[in-house]
């Protein structure tokens, strides 16, 4: 896939870097934190699938709306949510953005226009739905993304979230992160047919197969799907084929995949190739190395505050129950 | 500013209309959307075709858009409820039979009742379920099951079940108002009974609140949607035999109104909970519970049900009707309850 990099320019690119680098070393963070204990429970890591979340972000605008899935730290982040306070939300604190009630899997943040993640696969498409009408309604142009695995396109919900949203025109973006696996399982042996962008034609959608693993790719696409969806177009779906570096859980052996498929991977990771593409427009390393060790001391000092707020409070856990 | 004080108090002037059920709830919905622009309303044929049952007559001409028909597809439905409810809409979706929202139960269940508490209060689920369920001769298996216990379940849902005309009206409209998932589970054979008074206009209750259909002295029973007017005749019957039943009308299960039950059994110091749901694991267990411990001294005999036997519900009328409590049955264990503990 290497040969589709789209080359952007250098500030672009660079912005593209300093955001996955973002959202690598945050979930860096927290496999420590959840190695030493100090998050617990089930964590969901998207590395080696930042580009989709920094590209699709780059697309909208700070009125659109995402929904997202468990694996959803990523999208948090590239839609603005402080490291801090997704920090604090999956280490049960009162700073967190849900005060510790949704932890890894379950949080949302709207006022950075992340609808939040949910724990069940292609739930997140129907939700979205409602968000995209209330728009349409509005009129305000606004635009909402659904991103999903490619296992979820095997839930009912999903189709039924694709057929409302054409019925409707809604404008609605489903974005499918193909990473190949259905939580533990292949899903080219779950399915006959392996392409799943073609699903959208039987919906009478737009459908198209992008590299996921550039930001830049991702980001014309879903542009141009989203300005059609301003324009009362309807729906479209986004196949982001794309890669998982890490376990569908923190703590999964991974031993379903087949031995070098990961070392294979990390060449063409969205990271690696945005440094080499940035190293080709003439940039320095060391420009590179010092981004990165910027990015490092922030998400080290996010981790901190986080580490040193209150817990959230068990005096409290009856409230936020009904209005 | 005079004249639209004038105006505004004229609207909230009580006025009574003899309505039907079903009338009463298209009354509170056709109110609902003229009187907030967030509202919406939708489910499967309620718009053009006004509802299978005929409860959402004319409001699609009326309100255009704001009224739609949708496919046969209640995830989707609901999923639509659950992210307009969470981006300023206020939801109002029919899903035509109780039996099809075990197909979405996800939305409502995980996703409804989650929004408010696991965003900490930063968003909120203002959306209404209106559904119907009950037995009437012929319904199948999967079109006659009384799911009403599978809600109360949930915490974070409202759930109310309306009996009179009254009801259909107020709570609908109560349960549109609330900031809260909230189900309304309607009673098809209620629909196009007999017109009732019904107060309409005047101010928005709030959720939640049980009448005491008829005082009475010796026994309490408690009962809700169809049932009640079951327990009704058999109040009606025991009086005749020196047996004064005390009728509750439960209308809301959450929030469940406990004083005025423990007020009622307080005076009565007996309770007979009469439900059309089966019994294992109905809300009446529940009540059942609650009572024999907070009013464990005062009970003058053991709290009983009278509810639908532990069985799938079979076509044929003659083979259901076995299965299910009418006012002779509720008249004959209340009769018993209190023979064997004056």
Known sequence: MGKDWTVAEQPVLTQYLEAMIRIRLFEEKVTELRKQQIIVGSVHLCIGQEAIYVGARAALTGEDRVFATYRGHGWALACGVPPAAAFAELLGRETGVCKGRGGSAQFSAADWGFYGENSIVGAGAAIALGAALSAKMEGKRRVVVTAFGEGAMNQGAVHEAMNFAAYQDLPLIFICENNSYSELTPTAKMVRRNEMYQRAHGYGIPGTRVDGNDPETVRRTVSGFAEAARQGQGPALVEAMTQRLVGHYYGDMQSYRPKGEITEAKKVE?????????????????????????????????????????????????????? | MHSEKVQAQAQLQVQVLELSYAQAINAA??????????????????????????????????????????????????????GAAITGLRPIVEIMWIDFTLVAMDQIVNQAANIRYVSAGRLRAPLTIRTQQGFLPGSCAQHSQNLEALYTHVPGLRVGLAATAQDAYSMTLAAVHCDDPTLIIENRGLYHGEKQNVKVAGEIEPIGGAVVMRPGADVTILSWSAMLFQALQAAQQLEQQGISAEVINARWLNPFDWDTLMRSVGKTGRLVIAHEAVQTGGFGAEVA???????????????????TQDCRIPAAPQLQQVLIPDAQRIAASVRALVDGSR
């Open chain 2, 29 to 82: 919905l056709e109110r609902s959307l003229r009187e907030l622009p967030e509202t919406i309303l939708y489910g499967e044929d309620i718009g053009e075709a006004g509802g299978i049952f005929g409860v959402t007559r004319n409001l699609k001409q009326q309100f255009g858009d704001r009224v739609f028909d949708t496919p046969i597809s209640e995830t989707a439905m609901l999923g639509t409820a659950v």
């Open chain 2, 289 to 307: 519970a609650r009572v024999g411990k907070e009013m464990f001294g005062r009970l003058r005999a053991p709290v009983e049900r009278v509810a």
């Open chain 1, 270 to 323: 969205p990271i690696v190739r945005a440094r080499q593409a940035l190293l080709q427009t003439g940039m320095d390393s060391a420009e590179l190395d010092r981004i990165e060790a910027e990015v490092r001391s922030e998400i080290e000092a996010a981790a901190q505050l986080a580490l040193e707020a209150p817990l959230a409070d068990p005096s409290h856990v009856m409230e936020h129950l009904y209005a």
